[in-house]
C-alpha cells in the first residue's frame, strides 16, 4: 500500500471499495466476483483497486473483517440498550 497526499479521499475510495465488494460477494459469491465487478460498482479503475488490496483474498478478508466488526458492534449496542432498559425498570419498580 502507498502513501497518498489526500488521505480522506483515499479513506473515502476504500469505504465505497468495501461496500462494493461486500455487495458482489454477497451476490455472486467468491469465486465468480470479478476485480472488475467490484471495481464498476465501486467506480474506480481495477488497477485502483490494488492500491489498497494485494488481491481478491485480501479484499474479502477486509469485507469479512467488516462485517464482523458490525456485528460486534450491533450486539453491543443491543446489550447497552437492553442493559439501559433493565435500568430503567429497576429503577421504575423502586
Known sequence: MTTHRYPRRMEIKRH???EAAQEI???KG????SMS?????AEVSPPHI????????????AV?????QE???TLKNSMFEE??????????IS
Do not use: C, G, P
Request: proline fraction near 0%; charge should be positive.
Open 30 to 33: 467468491f469465486h465468480a466476483a
Open 25 to 27: 460477494f454477497l451476490e
Open 16 to 18: 465505497r471499495l468495501l
Open 37 to 41: 465487478d467490484i471495481a464498476k460498482k
Open 83 to 92: 442493559r439501559r432498559l433493565i435500568k430503567i425498570s429497576v429503577w421504575t
Open 71 to 73: 456485528i460486534f458492534d
Open 50 to 61: 490494488y492500491n489498497f488490496y494485494k488481491n481478491k483474498a485480501d479484499l474479502a478478508m
Open 64 to 68: 469479512q473483517e467488516r462485517m464482523n
